[in-house]
């Protein structure tokens, strides 16, 4: 039987996240997307800790539409954020989503910001 569109997803994610772990050296970029907002966060999955997070629901981007734009706010904003944690490198968990559209340019806002991966 064929599952849902967001089963495939968390299955595609599993498969991702074996591969793939955050360290305190190069912590794990985790991207949410949902399809009114995007989220993401800088985890340092030994420690379990988040160190940055930033999400197109808080107040200076609530008003504007989910689109390619916003998103690459987001991922300006979480770089900003993380730079001043003192992150520099992390590794990107696109959580099971292609990359591509919004979680391409959330990757791209946080590459100019500073962010290296």
Do not use: W
Request: charged share 30%.
């Amino acid at each position: 039987m064929k599952g849902t569109r967001t089963e495939a997803r968390k299955r595609r994610h599993s498969r991702v996240r074996r591969q793939l772990r955050g360290s305190a050296a190069r912590p794990r970029l985790a991207v949410y997307r949902s399809n009114r907002y995007i989220y993401a966060q800088v985890i340092d999955d030994e420690q379990g800790h988040t160190l940055a997070a930033a999400s197109s629901q808080e107040t200076d981007l609530r008003g504007s539409s989910f689109n390619v734009e916003t998103a690459a706010e987001v991922g300006k904003k979480l770089a900003e954020r993380a730079t001043a944690a003192g992150v520099t490198k992390v590794v990107l968990d696109r959580g099971g989503n292609q990359f591509h559209g919004r979680i391409k340019a959330l990757a791209d806002g946080a590459r100019e910001a500073g962010l290296e991966f």
